[in-house]
């Protein structure tokens, strides 16, 4: 079912146990709480690995810091008002282990709806809503030309900016580009050597 921007609760307790492609700030995302039993699907959904975790949203730093190790760099990012299209790799504090492992990529969504859903059910899933290695989905048509009816909610609230997140690995003593996307990995950089 395609769901409007505005019916947001008719749609968000669902998400604490059934799959959803949501509007994020790049691209849609299919999600679902880290904690339903049926997360783990998503990598059958998706078609990809487990050896390639999932990203978390999380609603604000006080989330991000009970889920994942939180250190200098990382505060430093959140202060930018650029933050919300970095995917930060942590060390995982307790991310469920079936749909992650030692490292867990984590963004905290400047998106109203997500943080709506993500203030009331807690973390998400926040991952691309399309077959690994599949066209970006820019519009909720285009998860669903992905994913198609083996996802009950859709929401449509109008096409994405379509540039990935820039995800970067922050668990060693330099960050690691792992992929640049929306945010130039040298402004990162520039924030470790500051």
């Known amino acids: ?17 059934e799959f959803a492609v949501l509007p994020a700030d790049t691209l849609y995302s299919l999600s679902i709480s880290i904690h339903s039993e049926r997360a783990p699907e998503i990598y059958v959904i998706k078609g990809r690995g487990k050896e390639i975790p999932v990203p978390v949203g999380v609603h604000d730093e006080n989330m991000l810091d009970e889920y994942g190790e939180i250190n200098e760099l990382v505060q430093k990012i959140l202060s930018k008002d650029w933050h919300y299209l970095v995917t930060m790799v942590l060390f995982n504090k307790k991310v469920p282990s079936g749909i992650s492992g030692e490292k867990v990529g984590f963004r905290i969504p400047k998106n109203p709806i997500l943080k709506k ?75 470790y050597a500051f």
């Open 117 to 191: 859903i993500i203030g009331s059910i807690g973390p998400i899933t926040l991952t691309s809503a399309n077959r690994h290695g599949g066209r970006n989905p820019v519009t909720v048509m285009d998860a669903y030309e992905e994913l198609g009816e083996s996802i009950k909610i859709y929401v449509d609230c109008g096409p994405c900016s379509g540039i990935p997140s820039t995800v970067v690995d922050l668990t060693e003593k330099r960050p690691i580009l792992i992929r640049e996307g929306a945010v130039p990995f040298s402004w990162i950089v520039d924030l």
């Open 1 to 17: 079912m395609i769901y409007r921007c505005e019916d947001v609760e008719k749609f968000m307790r669902k998400i604490k146990n």
